[in-house]
């Protein structure tokens, strides 16, 4: 969300399924939040025996997962329409990135935008379904490992709620860009004008209720967010 970050001697760069991913040494940061989040849902006191820092790596590692598995949505669906795409991954998530190929659709950039929820809303499928049929087969949650409850449980919800909030049509989210290419479609420049203002509205409408939540790090992303939205607005 944050653009192309300078790089930094402590970034990971590989190669997967022959799409470039690049995870900024930034990446972690945002990665250990949302991990420390997830080892208090359910850390220690929830299941025993495990440490707290165990938890929270666990939490990291499906925080990268996730992102990672998003993100290759978006990739594999610009290439399905003959675009390549690179992945990078921020501090506030990741972004796949690449030039428009000449004569791109905008029902094709809908269609790529809307593939990494897609993706993650497909492997909680997945994952929701193996549980099952572990919780079935050995008589307990995922053979009552408490390493592999916390990792599934929380795969699962990081694939549940993080692709339901790139929904949000809100721009540069998933569902942010859905709106700028159908109404963009339909009314050209003004479009983006107006995917802008919705944007811009409910930016700030989320940034005030984390505000009185105390969710800090939530009023500042959607107050980022806001800022872009109305960016956008005024440059259209």
């Known amino acids: 969300m944050l653009g192309l970050p300078n790089p930094t001697p402590l970034d990971l760069r590989f190669s997967l399924f022959g799409v470039p991913v690049w995870v900024s040494a930034w990446h972690w940061l945002g990665a250990g939040y949302f991990g420390w989040q997830l080892a208090e849902a359910f850390g220690p006191g929830n299941l025993g025996g495990v440490t707290l820092a165990t938890h929270l790596a666990m939490g990291m590692l499906c925080v990268f997962l996730s992102i990672l598995l998003h993100e290759m949505g978006h990739a594999m669906a610009a ?18 990135y690449g030039p428009l190929r000449p004569g791109t659709k ?3 950039l809908v269609l790529i935008a809307l593939a990494g929820p897609f993706v993650q809303f497909l492997f909680a499928a997945i994952l929701f379904g193996g549980m099952l049929a572990a919780s079935v ?7 009552g490992s408490p390493l592999a409850v916390t990792l599934f449980q929380s795969l699962l919800l ?4 993080w692709p339901l909030f790139n929904l949000l049509p809100i721009v540069p989210l998933d569902g942010g860009h859905v709106l700028q290419y159908t109404l963009g479609r ?3 420049r003004r479009g983006d004008v107006w995917a802008g203002r919705l944007g811009l509205l409910l930016a700030i409408g989320f940034a005030a ?10 009023t500042v992303l959607f107050g980022f967010l806001a800022v872009q939205n109305y960016q956008m607005m005024r440059s259209s």
Do not use: D
């Open 186 to 188: 339909f009314m050209g």
């Open 158 to 161: 990081v694939n549940i709620v």
């Open 106 to 108: 905008w029902w094709q």
């Open 137 to 143: 087969a050995n008589g307990g949650p995922v053979g």
């Open 209 to 218: 209720l984390f505000l009185v939540m105390r969710q800090t790090y939530m």
């Open 79 to 96: 290439h399905w329409f003959g675009m390549n795409r690179a992945i990078l991954m921020t501090m506030l998530g990741g972004l796949a």
